[in-house]
T-cell receptor
Framework: AQSVTQLDSQVPVFEEAPVELRCNYSSSVSVYLFWYVQYPNQGLQLLLKYLSGSTLVKSINGFEAEFNKSQTSFHLRQPSVHIRDTAEYFCAVSNTGGFKTIFGAGTRLFVKA | EAQVTQNPRYLITVTGKKLTVTCSQNMNHEYMSWYRQDPGLGLRQIYYSMNVEATDKGDVPEGYKVSRKEKRNFPLILESPSPNQTSLYFC?????????????FGPGTRLLVL
């Protein structure tokens, strides 16, 4: 069975500092990997995803994540966070042959001035 | 505007009183899904639908029903709600089977069962 572990439930950070949100998954088959972001009182929206090809994927607002197959990880990084990045971030995995997506428990990112 | 809508956004009800949460998408998506979000547990899939008249159970289907009679609508039915179904519910849709496709989420329905 697949599972997703987000290692930090909350991450406080000062504005303009770098941050890494950690995600590890377990699966016996090939996977697709996603990061979704949930701003306060909103639904989730896709931040970035890995399907195949280059293991480093980037979003339009400076976030990036690297697929590491040997470590079964898909950590999310932002070199310089902004107040507006305060949100909950969810890592998710789906296998290439099924219909389901499994979500992690989420990481709350607090960006302080 | 492409979107997924849910109604109602907030609902307070009592144990055993049947309720329906509606979900509609205007993107002609084949795949639709219901999730519940609980603190510390993330999102857990309740039911999903691959297309009209094609639904299947997710990880936590007990106490819920769904139907998919039209492509755009995917209502979630709680026949006899119980307090452990108090949660935040999200409907989502994607263009095809869902695997590898981006899911588009509705704004959420916050349900309190007394």
């Amino acid at each position: 069975a697949q599972s997703v572990t987000q290692l930090d439930s909350q991450v406080p950070v000062f504005e303009e500092a770098p941050v890494e949100l950690r995600c590890n998954y377990s699966s016996s088959v090939s996977v697709y990997l996603f990061w979704y972001v949930q701003y306060p009182n909103q639904g989730l929206q896709l931040l970035l995803k890995y399907l195949s090809g280059s293991t480093l994927v980037k979003s339009i607002n400076g976030f990036e994540a690297e697929f590491n197959k040997s470590q079964t990880s898909f950590h999310l990084r932002q070199p310089s966070v902004h107040i507006r990045d305060t949100a909950e971030y969810f890592c998710a995995v789906s296998n290439t042959g099924g219909f389901k997506t499994i979500f992690g428990a989420g990481t709350r990112l607090f960006v302080k001035a | 505007e492409a979107q997924v809508t849910q109604n109602p956004r907030y609902l307070i009800t009592v144990t055993g009183k049947k309720l329906t949460v509606t979900c509609s998408q205007n993107m002609n998506h084949e795949y639709m899904s219901w999730y519940r979000q609980d603190p510390g547990l993330g999102l857990r899939q309740i039911y999903y639908s691959m297309n009209v008249e094609a639904t299947d159970k997710g990880d936590v289907p007990e106490g819920y029903k769904v139907s998919r009679k039209e492509k755009r609508n995917f209502p979630l039915i709680l026949e006899s709600p119980s307090p452990n179904q108090t949660s935040l519910y999200f409907c989502a849709s994607s263009a095809s089977r869902g695997v590898g496709e981006t899911q588009y989420f509705g704004p959420g329905t916050r349900l309190l069962v007394l």
